[in-house]
């Protein structure tokens, strides 16, 4: 098992930063995938970006230029950096830890962008 506890939302006004985090405990491999989606209010969850143990990264064409994301191996926890937050950033954050075929969730942190 793999527990994931996030941090780090809030309530941002457009154009504003907030910064993630997320930390993965418990069977921890060496070679995964950590990342997260989002989930605005009646839409699905999607992807926002991914980042896996060698640091390849991938993102959503929304975020792309604006968020980016990494990760410290030592502390098994993965980051994402939010600037030039919209509106349309505001969602539930959910961090994600994938290996071998089996994903972990975490309960979410919102991100609320208003003015």
């Known amino acids: 098992q793999v527990q994931l506890v996030e941090s780090g939302g809030g309530l941002v006004q457009p154009g504003g930063s907030l910064r993630l985090s997320c930390a993965a405990s418990g069977n921890i491999f060496s070679i995964n995938t950590m990342g997260w989606y989002r989930q605005a209010p009646g839409e699905q969850r999607a992807l926002v970006a991914e980042i896996d143990n060698n640091r390849n990264t991938n993102y959503a064409d929304s975020v792309k230029g604006r968020f980016t994301i990494s990760r410290d191996n030592a502390k098994n926890t993965v980051y994402l950096q939010m600037n030039s937050l919209k509106p349309e950033d505001t969602a539930l954050y959910y961090c994600?830890?994938?290996?071998?075929?089996?994903?972990?969730w975490g309960k979410g942190t919102l991100v609320t962008v208003s003015s």
């Open positions: 994600y830890y994938w290996n071998s075929g089996m994903y972990y």
